[in-house]
């Protein structure tokens, strides 16, 4: 005989996050994404402007980020058919060839 019981659930989702960029670095067993955001403050206490760079991190096992890429690449296909491609915004493009970044490969996973 089972009892009816009414489930109740909260959910915090933490808010918004905007990610300025992402790293992915991984080991034998799970796959981590760091998304970092960058956002410059002021401190009205001795009137100087400091950077906040904040991380949201998310970790999970190989075959699950197998299937978020699979997800992603089908996004971005449906995407690109009902808005057009999507490309890199020049002022980036001049930013990293500027710095030198756009021929370099980094030593980890890094996009952003």
Known sequence: MFMEQE???NVNDGGAFFADEVSVIHNPVK???DFKSVTPR???GNQQMRLVMIHNTVAMEPYLAKDLAKVLNEN???YEKKFGPIVKPKSLKKV????????KKEKADYFG
């Open 42 to 44: 002021m401190d009205l």
């Open 76 to 78: 971005i296909k449906t």
């Open 7 to 9: 489930v109740r659930m």
């Open 31 to 33: 796959i981590v994404l």
């Open 96 to 103: 990293k060839a500027f710095s030198g970044t756009e021929k």
